[in-house]
């Protein structure tokens, strides 16, 4: 079935450190994929999506390329602050064959931990 | 503003109760999605809906069950809790396949 694998953490960074934070998925046909950031206590909300090969979403200096011919949607941050410290989660939107469902398939889940 | 709100930030319950967790969106969504989300699990579905009365189940529906009487509200019942039911619930609700929005989250604890 449908998967997403993203790297574990905790990934902890200096201030203005780049950031990667990697995603691969598995899937059928041409998902849509998003990344969603939770903020300590709070729940979550999208960061950025993407719904075609090659596609770059963008938002808060943070990117993510579609790339199909590697499965993957790297999320990257070349300058990050100590309010960038969250969890990560990678996500799909899976397809049937009547297209696009509203379901959400999530990876795991990365900690970010900034340092001053 | 979008708002999504669920009715406890904490809950604490014994085995065997029977626990509500309640989650009222004012978006005039038509999914909406319960999630439970557990370290190194990340979120998974436990049931959805798509319409009011209607409900499909997700990922991970067993010792749960749900109801949707308005189009607004989407309740999680877990009809005898267990100490494996310990976890923290997210709401959620959507227009299509488009972005989902979450609530803060209800971190239920069953002792």
């Known amino acids: 079935g449908d998967s997403v694998t993203q790297m574990e953490g905790p990934v902890t960074l200096s201030e203005e450190a780049f950031l990667t934070i990697n995603c691969t998925y598995t899937?059928?046909?041409?998902?849509?994929l998003f990344w969603y950031v939770q903020y300590p206590g709070e729940g979550l909300q999208l960061l950025l999506k993407?719904?075609?090969?090659?596609d770059k979403g963008s938002n808060k200096g943070f990117e993510a390329t579609y790339r199909k011919e590697t499965t993957s949607f790297h999320l990257e941050k070349g300058s990050v602050q100590v309010s960038d410290s969250a969890v990560y989660f990678c996500a799909l939107t899976p397809l049937n064959y009547g297209g696009a469902t509203n379901k959400l398939i999530f990876g795991t889940g990365t900690l970010l931990a900034v340092q001053p | 503003d979008v708002k999504v709100t669920q009715s406890s930030r904490y809950l604490v319950k014994r085995t065997g109760e029977k626990v509500f967790l309640e989650c009222v969106q004012d978006?005039?969504?038509?999914?909406m999605f319960w999630y439970r989300q557990d370290p190194g699990l990340g979120l998974r579905l436990i049931y959805f809906s798509y319409d009011v009365k209607m409900k499909e189940k997700g990922d991970i529906p067993e010792g749960y069950s749900v109801s949707r009487e308005k189009k607004e509200r989407f309740s999680l019942i877990l009809e005898s809790a267990s100490t494996n039911q310990t976890s923290m619930y997210l709401c959620?609700?959507?227009?299509?396949?488009?972005?989902?929005?979450f609530g803060p989250g209800t971190r239920l604890t069953v002792l």
């Open positions: 959620a609700s959507s227009v299509s396949e488009d972005t989902q929005y």
């Open positions: 978006m005039d969504h038509e999914n």
């Open positions: 899937a059928t046909g041409y998902p849509s």
């Open positions: 993407a719904t075609k090969a090659d």
